[in-house]
């Protein structure tokens, strides 16, 4: 992928959120990488003022080498994170409100519906607290995520980061553990729901990767 395609894939990634309620205000970001150049949003431009070309373009070290914008103050965690897995090709961070409400509340999301085994075949893990802003969180992340092709980690009062092997990948991530959060709060308010246990959710998930959808 050149990087005026990865520039559009990574703006449409961020229209994406606010057409979703994934975030507010110019919260949140979006970045995507190829080779050894990474695509990410501005810091603090709202998303109506985004365009591809306002997106920043920055190395591994974190140096801008496209664009007259400073990037997200997000970006030294977005960097960590893929160097420390060189699969993922996209990273979203959400201030989504029910990912969000797990992540104060210091509580892991459990693996009540099959949505959530589907795409991760196991609980989304919540971190210790960490400042935002900081290079700590992309830490977390390596920590407490695996190697699969979505992933996420609730960022103890603060939000959501999510990855995945593009950023389309990424957004579905961030998604489906949004809506599997606001479904666990009712479902916990209507009653005690179950988890589905541990080795079914891991078989629905390698079922999903391996078999759904168009070959």
Known sequence: MTLKSLRETVYETLMALPENDLVRGT?????????DRVVIKPSGVAYDELSPSKLVVVDMDGEVVEGDLKPSVDTGAHLHIYRANDELGGIIHTH???ATAFAAAGRELPVYVTELADTFGESIPVSSYVPPGTEAIGEEFAKHTGDGK???LLMKNHGLFAAGDTPGDALKAALHIEHSAKISSIAEDLGTPEEIPAEEAERLNQEYLEGYGQE
Not at 27 to 35: A, D, M, P, T, Y
Request: net charge neutral.
């Open 27 to 35: 919260s949140g970001n979006v970045s995507g990488r190829e080779g």
């Open 96 to 98: 989504s409100t029910y």
């Open 150 to 152: 979505f992933q996420g």
